[in-house]
C-alpha cells in the first residue's frame, strides 16, 4: 500500500495540502499583511523544500497592435527552509510582510492576490489562491477626492505595460482615467489621467496626462499628432494634505 501512496502523492492524490488565513482581507500598501500557513500532512510523508508566498497581479501588454493580460508577480516572499511533514501531520507557520508601496489599488479591472506554493521534491507543488483588497492611503485617497471636487469622474483603471522611461521594479504602472463631467474643464479637456509612484517614505510622486480636447483645424493636427497630451509631475507629500486641490488645479490649468 505504501508503494501506491507513494505513487499517488507523486501526482497529487493524497499528498500534503495547504491552506493560508490571512488576518485581514483589504490593506493600504506599505501595511503589513499577517496571516498563518496551515499544511496538512497526506498519506505517506514527504519533503517541503520550501513554502512561499507570492504577491500577483495582471496588466495588459501591447503586441502586434493587440492587448493581452499577462500575470505579474509584484513580490515573492520565502517562509522556510526545507522540512518534512509527516502523514496527517498538521502544521501552522505564521508570517508577515509589508505590502509593497507599489502595489496596485483593487480598482477597476485591477486585481491581486496571494499565492501560496509549497516545493515539494519528487511531487505535485500543491497551492492556495486569496485575493487582496488594496485601498489608497491617506495622501492618494486624498488626490482622488481633489480630482474630484475639481469635476473629474473615473473613468477607468487598469495596469498596463510601461515604456522604459516610465518604469521603475516592476514593468507596468497603473493608470487612472478621469473624464470631466462637470466644472470648468468639461469642454476643455478629453480626459485626465493620473499615475502614482509612490517613494515609501510618505512622498508620492504623481504625474498627470492632461489631454486637451482639439479646438479648430490647428487642434485637429494637434490630436493627430498626439501634441495635444502633456505630461506633469507633481511631487507631494501629507503636509500636502489641506493644499492637494489647489496644487492640482494649478498644473491642470497651466497646460489645458
Not at 153 to 163: S, T
Not at 179 to 197: C, H, K, M, N, Q
Not at 221 to 232: H, I
Amino acid at each position: 500500500m505504501s508503494f501506491f501512496n507513494k505513487v499517488f502523492a507523486s501526482v497529487g492524490i493524497g499528498a500534503a495540502a495547504v491552506d493560508t488565513k490571512l488576518e485581514k482581507d483589504t490593506f493600504m500598501p506599505g501595511e503589513t499583511v499577517q496571516g498563518v500557513v496551515v499544511i496538512r500532512g497526506g498519506k505517506i510523508e514527504q519533503q517541503i523544500d520550501e513554502i512561499y508566498l507570492a504577491l500577483n497581479t495582471t496588466y495588459l501588454r501591447e503586441s502586434d497592435d493587440r492587448k493581452y493580460t499577462v500575470n505579474a508577480t509584484v513580490e515573492r516572499f520565502r517562509l522556510t527552509t526545507p522540512f518534512s511533514i509527516r502523514p496527517n501531520e498538521n502544521k501552522e507557520i505564521p508570517f508577515s510582510f509589508q505590502l509593497p508601496f507599489d502595489t496596485p489599488l483593487s480598482i477597476g479591472r485591477s486585481k491581486i492576490w496571494v499565492t501560496t506554493g509549497l516545493d515539494i521534491k519528487g511531487g505535485v507543488d500543491p497551492s492556495d489562491k486569496d485575493y487582496l483588497k488594496v485601498i489608497p492611503n491617506p495622501l492618494m485617497s486624498a488626490v482622488f477626492s481633489a480630482v474630484d471636487n475639481l469635476g473629474f469622474r473615473i473613468r477607468e483603471a487598469d495596469c498596463e505595460e510601461a515604456p522604459r522611461r516610465l518604469r521603475g521594479r516592476l514593468p507596468f504602472v497603473q493608470e487612472f482615467e478621469f473624464v470631466p463631467a462637470s466644472g470648468p474643464y468639461r469642454g476643455r479637456l478629453d480626459e485626465l489621467e493620473v499615475i502614482f509612484f509612490p517613494a515609501g517614505n510618505g512622498t508620492l510622486d504623481i504625474m498627470f496626462q492632461v489631454d486637451r480636447r482639439a479646438r479648430g483645424l490647428s487642434g485637429l493636427f494637434s490630436e493627430a499628432l498626439g501634441a495635444d497630451e502633456t505630461n506633469v509631475r507633481l511631487t507631494v507629500t501629507n503636509t500636502d494634505i489641506p493644499f492637494l486641490q489647489q496644487k492640482i488645479q494649478h498644473v491642470i490649468q497651466r497646460y489645458s
